[in-house]
């Protein structure tokens, strides 16, 4: 799978941006998607995922740092992922990553970057004050 991602940019403090993760090479419909981000000397922060969990249901989890700001949406016929974030601040300023994973995933392990097999190359996002 090669994921590619995009709508990065810079806003002030409480704007809003839409970030896009088209994947191509295989549908994502069993996958599990995510979006990361890395600030400059920092380690890749979770920010947001989902997996398939029963049937053709997908459940989505947040960091708590980006809850009821940030929304993570799936388009599987689009082969697509978006993170739509609103109220944005400066402490979100980060070079965001999506990954998808192939295997199963846990719910307790949806978060950690090291079980994602496959990356985009990052869109950064500045909040200025």
């Known amino acids: 799978v090669q994921l590619q991602a995009s709508g990065g940019g810079s806003v002030q403090a409480g704007g809003s941006l839409r970030l896009s993760c088209v994947a191509s090479?295989?549908?994502?419909?069993?996958?599990?998607l995510g979006w990361w981000r890395q600030a400059p000397g920092q380690e890749r922060e979770f920010v947001a995922a989902s997996r398939r969990s029963l049937g053709s249901t997908y459940q989505t989890y947040y960091a708590d740092s980006v809850k009821g700001r940030f929304t993570f949406s799936r388009d599987n016929a689009k082969n697509t992922v978006y993170l739509q974030m609103y109220s944005l601040k400066p402490e979100d300023t980060a070079v965001y990553y999506c990954g998808a994973r192939s295997g199963t995933l846990i719910s307790s392990r949806v978060g950690d970057w090291v079980l994602y097999d496959f990356w985009g190359q990052g869109t950064q996002v500045t909040v200025s004050s």
């Open positions: 090479g295989r549908t994502i419909e069993s996958y599990g």
